[in-house]
């Protein structure tokens, strides 16, 4: 499964944004799914999958929040920037993980499950509270500029979420 960065451009942001969702949560199945005997071959999608997390965080949170309207979304964005920031906590134990394997690989898997419900709960609100706010509250300009990052960007070097 690609977590690479798709085209956006016959599809609302918020159909974009969602299907990234499903498309991480896919590589992180494709993970503990994986038969592949050779560990580092076998963490693949797993380590595409937290590039793809940490990209669409930094989309999120450094390009459309800052553009939302922030009174009837101060608490949900407050919600979500935490809830990214324990996101990240957890891809940087993973990416250690698999650094450094000292631990068993059924302990990287029920870090994997974990990383998942996660997701999931936090998918759950996301998609139907912020994400339609991105088509109809953000200015056309903004709205190119979030396609292009979301389309070609790339994370910052040394860009880490407010709450990490």
Known sequence: MSTSPTDTSEVSLAEAFTREHHQIDAAIDEFLTSTEPDPHRRAVPLLNAVEALRRHIYLEEDIVFPHLPPGPLLMPLLVMR????????????????????????????????????????????????????????????ERGRVRELFNSGTLPDGWVCQDA
């Open 82 to 141: 935490r809830e990214h920031g324990e996101l990240w906590r957890r891809m940087d134990d993973l990416e250690r993980s698999i650094a450094a394997p000292s631990t068993s690989g059924g302990d990287l898997d029920e870090a994997c499950r974990e990383l998942l419900a996660l997701l999931e709960n936090h998918n759950a609100k996301e998609e139907p509270i912020i994400y339609p706010h991105m088509d109809t509250d953000l200015d056309a300009g």
